[in-house]
């Protein structure tokens, strides 16, 4: 079967480093995607790994290990406007997205 | 402003009345989805279409119809509204068809909130 796991919620402080975990099992991968989702909003596309390693993109990177099924979502520098969800998904064997519950991300001053 | 528009925002309906979420785009993106999103669960795809005339089913679709007569607008139809379709609903276009490989990325609309009572 397929499935991908995401925390539920995760509490930061302005200014600091939070990363987001995502592990996923599939028979067959073809990419995993990163959005954000403002609270009442759309989700919007943040990052694409389809190899291994780490795509840096300014202020957030996401990190992709096919082997262990593994990626995360590194947030620097963190500012008050980066509360949000954040959704991971991956693309299986026959390219359909599936989809994680998200991430919602609290950010203290 | 490019990008998807929907309606209504926001809608409080009886169960069994008939409703069509309206969703169109302007940056003539070839595919189109609807996908309903609730607490606790991922995005889950309705229906897409992948050109005009073409339709297909996704993950959840029972209840649902859609129809794609031309490139830019997708309307979702709820034919007999029940209370599990309460949800949040959200259409997407791709440039790249469904099912195709490499960053296929979505861009969504803002959308629309259903309640069936």
């Known amino acids: 079967g397929q499935n991908i796991d995401q925390p539920t919620e995760m509490t930061a402080t302005e200014g600091a480093i939070v990363q987001i975990n995502c592990t996923y099992q599939t028979s067959g991968f073809n990419g995993l995607f990163w959005y954000q989702q403002h609270a009442g909003e759309a989700p919007t596309f943040l990052s694409y790994n389809v190899l291994d390693g780490l795509e840096e993109k300014g202020r957030f990177s996401s990190f992709l290990s096919r082997s262990k099924g593994y990626s995360y979502l590194l947030l620097k520098e963190l500012q008050m406007k980066d509360s949000a969800s954040y959704l991971c998904a991956f693309m299986d064997s026959n390219y359909q997205l599936i989809w994680g519950a998200g991430t919602k991300l609290i950010i203290k001053p | 402003i490019a990008g998807i528009t929907q309606a209504p925002t926001s809608q409080i309906l009886a169960a069994g009345r008939r409703m069509t979420l309206r969703c169109t785009q302007d940056m003539r993106h070839n595919a189109m989805y609807w996908y309903r999103q609730d607490l606790g669960l991922g995005l889950r795809l309705i229906h897409y279409s992948n050109t005009a005339g073409t339709t297909g089913k996704g993950e959840v679709p029972d209840g649902y119809s859609v129809s794609r007569a031309n490139t830019d607008d997708f309307p979702l139809t709820l034919a007999s509204a029940v209370p599990s379709q309460t949800s949040v609903y959200f259409c997407?276009?791709?440039?790249?068809?469904?099912?195709?490989?490499?960053?296929?990325?979505?861009?969504f609309g803002a959308g629309s909130r259903l309640t069936v009572l």
């Open positions: 997407a276009s791709s440039d790249s068809p469904h099912g195709a490989s490499g960053a296929n990325v979505l861009t």
